[in-house]
């Protein structure tokens, strides 16, 4: 069968409009082009980047238009829209071919209809994810397992298919609310909910919708895990039926995942003492569990678990720590794009630290975040667009060592001065902000923090060679 079948029902070529110029997008513009569809590539941008890119993407033979509103009349009507995760779905373009029946799909969908006869895990969650993937990739591939990480970690999982990965025994996807959204098919053999917590609520405007949106992935997985610890989540997931739960308390109980005088316990059988995991904190905790859930749910040894994170080194981004200057650990932590995860990753690292926040501000509370700032933190220093609001936030909660530096390079070359002035063991990078003011993405922006600590670093070694 045509993959054009798995998406129409018919073998003739049709037209399908792309939205969004990013990676996502392009690679399903690739898939549906080289299955014989007519595609354009469309994007609301038009920067120097975005410009080269379309040019080379134009010679594949994709049609790319840049500061572009596709019309829905005519011939330049489509038969499928394929949305990146990037874009809003109640945008008028989209409610006018839902109208017109025209099929609307994120790019996660368009994978999973060519890609369905692979078992899929799907995990989601406002913070943890991204490790929880991680670590359900690094078991599954201990055991001899032939599996790939996509969604937003790894691949753009129509890249899978771009890279003739039809004989993966698992796949593993990261997936945010914004593609959970956009993929009302995708049905996961086993689907996991991390935590939940106010985020995106800018795009979804209520948490009763975020809240819904998550819970369709679990309702439409086979096999449903949950973080019982997240108190949001156990007092909101009592109509979800057949739930599997994991706790960091030991709760004597044979049907779920939690731990027990320091020791995994996974339905009933002894999986693993705790402290062969290495990684700092309880959410890491939570994180392994559920991560182990996934592994007995599909039938892994545990001795492959158990050597699985014996090595495991840990996720970029989170916690990462980058170097060590004059006894100072320079560490990481840019993933953390919201309050919460910021707050976890403080109260996560060992010692005082001085702390790098701020980028584009989001939605929540903050007095939690706030409340570990004023006890561990020694200095703050701020950048990117949050920094004024950032500012007034810390001083209305009394604390006053803060400086607004403006970016990553006077933050870096401030910090290591103001860590020695104040005592600090530790400069962390943890934003509790997105990326998007200075950075195209939190990898960016971590790897540009990653960057200029390693030069500080060797610098710093040249002068006491000197």
């Not at 993937?133 to 690094?138: D, I």
């Not at 819970?215 to 019982?228: G, M, Y």
């Not at 020791?263 to 890491?284: C, R, T, V, Y």
Request: a negative charge; charged letters at 20%; aromatic letters at 6%.
């Amino acid at each position: 069968m045509q993959f054009s079948d798995l998406i129409t029902g018919r073998a003739t070529p049709a037209r399908a409009l792309v939205i969004g110029v990013g990676r996502s997008g392009i690679a399903a513009a690739r898939v549906l082009y080289q299955s014989g569809w007519q595609v354009v590539l469309s994007d609301s941008n038009h920067t120097a980047s975005l410009q080269k890119l379309s040019q080379e993407i134009s010679q594949e033979g994709i049609e790319v238009h840049l500061n572009h509103l596709p019309s829905l009349e005519g011939e330049e009507k489509p038969s499928l829209i394929v949305v990146s995760p990037g874009v809003p779905w109640d945008i008028p373009l989209l409610e006018q071919a839902r109208e017109k029946n025209i099929d609307v799909i994120g790019e996660i969908e368009l994978a999973y209809r060519n890609l369905s006869h692979i078992p899929w895990v799907a995990i989601t969650g406002t913070n943890g994810k991204t490790t929880t993937t991680a670590l359900v990739e690094a078991i599954f591939r201990c055991a001899g397992l032939n599996v790939q990480a996509c969604g937003n970690i790894g691949y753009a999982a129509c890249e899978l298919i771009l890279n003739n990965s039809q004989q993966l025994d698992w796949l593993i996807a990261e997936i945010s609310s914004y593609q959970i959204e956009s993929s009302s098919k995708l049905a996961p053999t086993i689907g996991v909910w991390t935590t939940f917590t106010p985020d995106h609520l800018k795009r979804h405007k209520t948490m009763d919708k975020y809240f819904k949106i998550k819970a369709s992935l679990l309702e439409r997985s086979k096999h449903k895990i949950f973080n019982r610890d997240d108190q949001n989540l156990s007092d909101r997931l009592g109509s979800v039926e057949k739930l599997h739960w994991t706790s960091t308390k030991s709760l004597l109980d044979d049907s779920g995942v939690y731990l027990e005088d320091n020791s995994i316990k996974a339905f009933g059988e002894l999986i693993m003492p705790i402290d062969i995991f290495k990684m700092p904190g309880n959410h890491n905790q939570q994180n392994l569990l559920m991560a182990v859930a996934v592994a007995r749910l599909a039938n892994i040894d545990k001795g492959a678990i158990v050597e699985a994170m014996s090595n495991f080194s840990g996720v970029a981004h989170r916690l990462e720590k980058i170097c060590t200057v004059d006894g100072i650990d320079y560490i990481n932590d840019s993933k953390a794009t919201n309050y919460d995860a910021s707050q976890v990753g403080m109260e996560a690292v060992d010692g005082s630290f001085v702390l790098i926040a701020g980028g584009q501000s989001k939605e929540g509370d903050n007095s939690a975040w706030l409340k570990s700032i004023r006890s561990r933190a020694t200095a703050v220093l701020l950048i990117g667009d949050a920094s004024e609001l950032f500012a007034e936030h810390l001083e209305k909660s009394g604390y006053q060592n803060f400086e607004k530096i403006g970016d990553m390079e006077k933050a870096i070359s401030r910090s290591l001065e103001l860590a020695k002035s104040t005592g600090a063991k530790i400069v962390l990078l943890s934003p509790a902000c997105a990326s998007f003011d200075q950075y195209s993405s939190f990898e960016e922006r971590g790897e540009h923090f990653r960057d200029l600590s390693q030069k500080l670093s060797l610098s710093n070694d040249i002068l006491k060679k000197g």
